[in-house]
């Protein structure tokens, strides 16, 4: 019986494949992308997150506390996060919600036997998607999950980032049915600077698929500044006219909602030079990512924002200080 760490499970799902489908976020993720909006997935362990607006000052937290982590000092309500386990008893004692715990250590089974609750809602589309976070961080529980699902007939896709060598990927091809998977930009450096990983294994592990005649789509998070030219979004589409199996291309825009997220866990959050790309700028980007062999899909609202970003040095070493 395999087990895992899980964020949560979205039911009734619209965008992670096709149909109506349940999603499973596993928790950790090797990768450091700065405009992740679901930061909560960037570690491999239970955390706590902390809503100090909600917060009333009855000081039953630190009343239970069995590591000091919460202090008072007057009116203020201070939170070691180093000192903390994230056991969850303050946040069970919390009456006004203002800590969540993060990370629940799943069973595969357990997982499964929720998502075959949804499956009168899949009719013929729908399904489970593996999602994180990276679900390959966890590749024996993903497997675990997707391996039942299939056993049911159950359609299934997996959102990975494929930054792995082929041996961690191959033992999945038998199980999924669809692999969705980011491009963030074909140039490597540029790939290393902003992620912290290179996407060699990405465009390898792409080729590979294609090859075995896997299904996929493809996802480009565009960030003005970061990953909005036309040649950066012109060449990702070259690479992807070179594959016979993608049924889709998906500019996806970059959007700041999860900002709160990263203060509520103790993270330097997004730049704020980040912005979201116009529905101009979108519309020329899909004019530039059109090819013949797959459609250009771009996905989410957009609003306004036009600049150059560049990697800050210190902005990515913290993230990798604060994430590791
Ligand atoms: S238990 Fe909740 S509301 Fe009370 S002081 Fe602690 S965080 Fe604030
Ligand atoms: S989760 Fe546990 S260790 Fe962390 S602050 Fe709350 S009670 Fe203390």
Redesign the pocket.
């Given at each position: 019986m395999s087990s895992g760490l899980i964020t949560h499970i979205q039911r009734f799902s619209v965008h992670d494949g096709p149909g109506i489908r349940t999603t499973v976020f596993l928790k950790g993720c090797q990768m450091r992308c700065p405009w992740c909006h679901n930061p909560e997935t960037y570690h491999r362990f239970p955390e706590i997150q902390?809503f100090?607006e909600?917060?009333?000052?009855?000081?039953?937290?630190?009343a239970v506390c069995q590591h000091a982590a919460?202090e008072?000092r007057g009116p203020d309500?201070v939170y070691h996060r180093e000192r903390c386990v994230a056991c969850g008893e303050?946040v069970e004692?919390?009456?006004?919600?203002?800590?969540v715990r993060v990370g629940e250590l799943r069973t595969a089974e357990s997982v499964v036997a929720e998502v075959l609750a949804d499956r009168p809602f899949y009719q013929r589309t729908g399904g489970v998607t593996i999602s994180g976070g990276e679900p390959l961080l966890q590749a024996e529980f993903a497997s675990g999950i997707l391996e039942l699902c299939r056993r049911e007939g159950i359609h299934t896709a997996i959102e990975t980032n494929l930054a792995w060598p082929w041996k961690v990927v191959e033992p999945l091809v038998p199980l999924v049915d669809l692999f969705l998977v980011d491009i963030k930009m074909m140039d490597d450096a540029a790939h290393r600077a902003w992620t912290n990983a290179s996407n060699e294994h990405i465009l390898d592990n792409l080729r590979r698929l294609d090859a075995l005649n896997k299904e996929l789509v493809i996802r480009t998070p565009v960030v003005v500044g970061v990953n909005d030219r036309p040649e950066q979004i012109g060449a990702i589409a070259d690479f992807l006219a070179t594959l016979r199996r993608v049924r889709q291309y998906e500019l996806l825009p970059y959007h700041p909602l999860g900002r709160g997220k990263y203060a509520a866990l103790g993270l330097a959050g997004p730049p704020p030079e980040f912005r979201t790309p116009t529905s101009a700028q979108f519309e020329m980007l899909a004019a530039v990512a059109a090819r013949a062999n797959f459609v250009v899909r771009v996905a989410g609202t957009v609003s306004s924002g036009s600049r150059t970003v560049q990697p800050d040095p210190e902005q990515v070493d913290l993230n990798q200080q604060q994430h590791t």
């Open positions: 902390v100090p909600r917060c009333i000052g009855c000081q039953a937290c630190a919460h008072f309500h303050c004692t919390c009456y006004a919600k203002s800590m």
